[in-house]
């Protein structure tokens, strides 16, 4: 089947939002993966745009989409730059070979980018909690865009964009006032223990008298990208603002934690964690 069939078909599927057509879905991505570098612009569009949709992504597809788009990354139709962007953000797929070209390719193009196609193609940076290797070229480029074009944000894509900025520790500081908010802090979700001056825990609604404060962040799989031991952007910056607020961060990591053999281990592994210059657990 050729690329044009399959995009055809797919987009149809797209259109029609069938549930029960998953396995056609797999099947046609299959197949996908051999024309990457054959599908027109429009074409793969509709391709990432179905697989998303129908919640698919193919590991080979991954590796043909990393050897061909930065190869086209500066002549490629914006829409469709953007769409491979969002479909690595939308796996959580930390992909440099990817990221850095379309950063590259978007400080010379950005001016013919839509403000959502802008926002899109940076908050995929910002979720992942990726800096390309020239991010001051890239973010001076960002602010460049907000003055000129600030008007014509849509306010969904000006939040997308400034709060990537924010995860990336990059601020566009004409605007930063408009990007922080209480919002962080209310989506914290961590464990904090209390200490008194001789390092033993105080009960959880204890609240004079407090000598430290550890902020306990156990990080499952979903809070790193999806190919890489990398917090996404969200994760890291929660534990920058608990830093900033005082707690000593403690992170708790999936891939760690499932090396544990068993209770013993897991003990000796949290105590060496949470209290690691005392002997014996202070509890």
């Known amino acids: ?161 400034l709060y990537a900025c924010t995860l990336l520790q990059r601020y566009p500081l004409n605007f930063v006032s408009k990007v922080f908010s209480p919002y962080f802090m209310q989506q914290l979700q961590d464990i904090e223990i209390k200490l008194d001056e001789e390092g033993y825990v105080l009960p959880a609604s204890h609240t004079d008298e407090v000598h430290k404060r550890i902020a306990l962040c156990i990080d499952g799989s979903k809070r790193f990208a999806a190919n890489a031991e990398t917090l996404l952007g969200k994760e890291a910056i929660k534990q920058r603002h608990l830093r900033i607020l005082g707690y000593e961060v403690v992170q708790i990591s999936y891939y760690e934690f499932e090396k544990l053999k068993d209770k013993k281990e897991v003990v000796e592994y949290l105590h060496k964690k949470i209290f690691p210059h005392s002997y014996r657990l202070s509890w």
Not at 101 to 119: G, L
């Open 1 to 161: 089947m050729g690329p044009g069939a399959i995009s055809e078909i797919l987009g149809a599927l797209f259109k029609l939002r069938h549930k029960q057509a998953l396995p056609l879905v797999i099947a046609l991505c299959k197949q996908a993966v051999h024309h990457v570098q054959n599908f027109a612009d429009s074409e793969l569009t509709v391709v990432l745009s179905a697989l998303m949709h129908y919640g698919h992504s193919d590991h080979f597809l991954v590796e043909a989409l990393e050897r061909h788009v930065p190869k086209v990354a500066f002549t490629t139709d914006a829409e469709t730059v953007t769409k491979v962007m969002q479909f690595f953000r939308r796996w959580r797929i930390l992909s440099p070979p990817v990221f850095n070209t379309v950063a590259e390719s978007f400080v010379y193009r950005a001016e013919e980018y839509s403000t959502w196609q802008v926002s899109q193609q940076i908050a995929a940076l910002g979720v992942l909690g990726y800096l390309p290797p020239d991010a001051g070229r890239l973010f001076r480029k960002v602010e460049s865009i907000l003055h000129a074009r600030f008007s014509q944000f849509q306010p969904r894509a000006l939040l997308d964009l």
